[in-house]
């Protein structure tokens, strides 16, 4: 059986839907903090989720890898403060990219 968490090398994957999304979050968070939680689009990033600068770039290295997008550096990640954002953030790079 495949995962549908992984893409056939050289697939683009596509942009992701709110309940992927999420899921691929708190994958990553399970990851980064060792813990699970369950993440909502309203949750403030950074505090709010207690993520430290350090897991926060983790975090957004793991999404980075999972969508095939740049998030660390960009002027655009610094807008971010809340899930929802950073969802939306996702799906127009990765919509973007494969436009």
């Known amino acids: 059986m495949s995962n549908p968490h992984t893409e056939a090398p050289g697939a683009t994957p596509a942009a992701p839907g ?6 691929a979050l708190e994958e ?12 909502r689009p309203a949750d403030r990033l950074g505090n ?7 897991d926060a770039m983790e975090l ?3 999404l980075e890898q999972r969508y095939g997008v740049t998030l660390i550096g960009t002027v655009e990640i610094t807008r971010v403060d809340t899930v929802a954002e950073l969802h939306e953030l996702v799906r ?8």
Do not use: C, N, P
Not at 28 to 39: D, E, F, G, L, N
Not at 92 to 99: F, K, N, Q
């Open 18 to 23: 709110t309940d992927e999304f999420l899921t």
């Open 60 to 62: 957004l290295l793991a």
């Open 92 to 99: 127009g790079l990765v919509t973007a990219r494969t436009a």
């Open 28 to 39: 990553a968070y399970q990851q980064v903090k060792q813990v699970r939680r369950s993440i």
């Open 48 to 54: 709010g989720l207690g993520l430290d600068s350090l």
